[in-house]
């Protein structure tokens, strides 16, 4: 299939008519508890642009929420994907295995921060690998407690619906919650005391554990390096080497979260590699396979091999489909050093958006690494939410073909989250397009 323009090109008004006729039929056939962001029905996505049913090219600024970070239709991704569904495309790993599976969590050991021994479990979706990586600390420490932080996103099962922050609109009439899950402030410089440290932070943190829950009874911290749904926090320098510390001294295992900032996203292969940090297990999803469904659980042998056998498992859980996605897309990261791509694309958001800031007095904060960075939007104080003036300004982009995605506790904040392989011209027109709609805001 021959290349798309990497252009945006607007043909008709957002939603064009194919897209509005969908959007009816939608309404009638799905549930209204599945949300959508842009009204435009797909029709093929490739590098940075994504073309609707219209003929409209849109710059894709959300990557399926960090998914396809290289790119939405990679050709070796297609070839190996296609090639395993014509061998097999399933067998159920637990009743007959095969060598993709193995390979996927080769390349795990190969990749994650750390050079010990290491063990993976392969699962379907990043919830998924969160409750697992749950179970597998408690089975190993013997302890019920697990530690989560303010803000904090884990995903949308009973489990990890209690771990996660947000009430709506993940959790507002879903409950009861599963117990034993205890919150603690996480470091958030922009709304942090001025001055407090990553240190300061994270011993307000541990204070709390220790005080409301006792280190004793923890199972395991569950943490993302920089928090995604919660608005791209990124905490303080410091704070996720001390939490990891005190983890170690405490006999509680440290899991990264790294569903959203894994897999390149950050400049580095995993967020963690940035402070020097080894976690005990890593939970991995959304980047691994360039969308299709696969999730990982990834550590310590020793803590890993402490489940018993058919502990851990699933009917899906490392498809052999996904895991021949997997096995391509880490070699595209590879050949195409989308780390270091990665690392020039946030170079460019965070110099224009730091600029932009100057003139623009919405923009509260911008923050974040590589590729995963946002504006933090507030009232004229600079430090009020300004959640309703992030989706004008949200809705203006999409209007002039650029796909943004709001996110955060307050929904004030915008992120951006190219594909990894987007040419950086069209990252800078989509910047010029948020220049406008902001510069809009006051006009
Ligand atoms: C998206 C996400 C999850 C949940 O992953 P799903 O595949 O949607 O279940 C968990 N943790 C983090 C940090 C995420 O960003």
Redesign the pocket.
């Known amino acids: 299939m021959p290349q798309l323009e990497q252009q945006r090109r607007l043909v008709t008004e957002i939603p064009g008519p194919i897209s509005t006729s969908l959007m009816d039929r939608r309404s009638t056939a799905v549930s209204a508890g599945v949300g959508t962001v842009v009204p435009v029905f797909v029709a093929r996505v490739d590098g940075g642009i994504l073309q609707d049913v219209d003929g409209n090219c849109l710059i894709d600024l959300a990557a399926g ?1 960090a998914v396809t970070n290289v790119g939405g239709s990679d050709p070796q991704v297609a070839g190996r994907v296609a090639d395993q569904a014509q061998r097999f495309t399933h067998t159920c790993f637990m009743v007959a295995p095969y060598e993709g599976y193995v390979e996927v969590c080769e390349r795990l050991a190969e990749l994650t921060p750390g050079s010990h021994e290491k063990r993976s479990a392969l699962f379907s ?3 998924e690998a ?1 409750e697992n990586a749950v179970k597998i600390a408690r089975t190993h420490t013997g302890r019920d407690a697990v530690a989560v932080f303010d803000h904090a ?4 099962t009973n489990l990890t619906m209690a771990m996660t922050a947000k009430n709506l609109p993940y959790k507002q009439g879903f409950g009861p919650f599963a117990g034993e899950v205890h919150r603690a402030p996480m470091s958030y410089p922009f709304r942090d005391p001025g001055g407090m440290t990553g240190e300061q932070a994270a011993q307000r943190a541990i204070d709390k554990l220790e005080s409301q829950v006792g280190g004793d009874n923890l199972a395991c911290v569950v943490i ?1 390096p920089i928090q ?2 919660g608005g791209f926090i990124t905490p303080a320098e410091g704070f996720l080497p001390a939490i990891a510390d005190w983890c170690r001294e405490r006999g509680i295992v440290f899991v990264a ?1 790294e ?2 900032t894994g897999f390149c996203r950050t400049g580095a292969w995993f967020a963690c590699e940035h402070e020097g940090v080894v976690p005990d297990l890593i939970t991995t ?2 980047g691994i396979a360039a969308g299709l469904p696969l ?1 990982a659980v990834t550590g310590r042998a020793e803590i890993m091999d402490s489940v018993h056998a058919g502990g851990l498992g699933g009917t899906y859980g490392g498809n052999p489909v996904a895991c021949a996605a997997a096995l391509a897309a880490i070699d595209v990261m590879r050949e195409q050093d989308l780390p270091a791509k990665a690392a020039r694309l946030g170079e460019i958001l965070t110099g224009r958006l730091t600029q932009l800031q100057q003139e623009c007095p919405a923009i509260g904060d911008v923050r974040g690494r590589g590729a995963m960075v946002a504006i933090e939007i507030t009232e004229p104080d600079g430090v009020t939410p300004a959640p309703a003036i992030a989706a004008r300004v949200s809705a203006a982009c999409h209007a002039d073909g650029v796909l943004t995605l709001t996110c955060g506790t307050y929904g004030n904040v915008l992120r951006f989250l190219p594909p990894l392989v987007m040419p950086e011209h069209l990252l800078e027109e989509a910047l010029d397009v948020l220049t406008k709609a902001l510069a809009n805001l006051t006009a």
């Open positions: 929420i979706t990043g919830s969160v996103y884990h995903g949308r993302e995604g749904e979260d569903v959203q999803a959304k999730a």
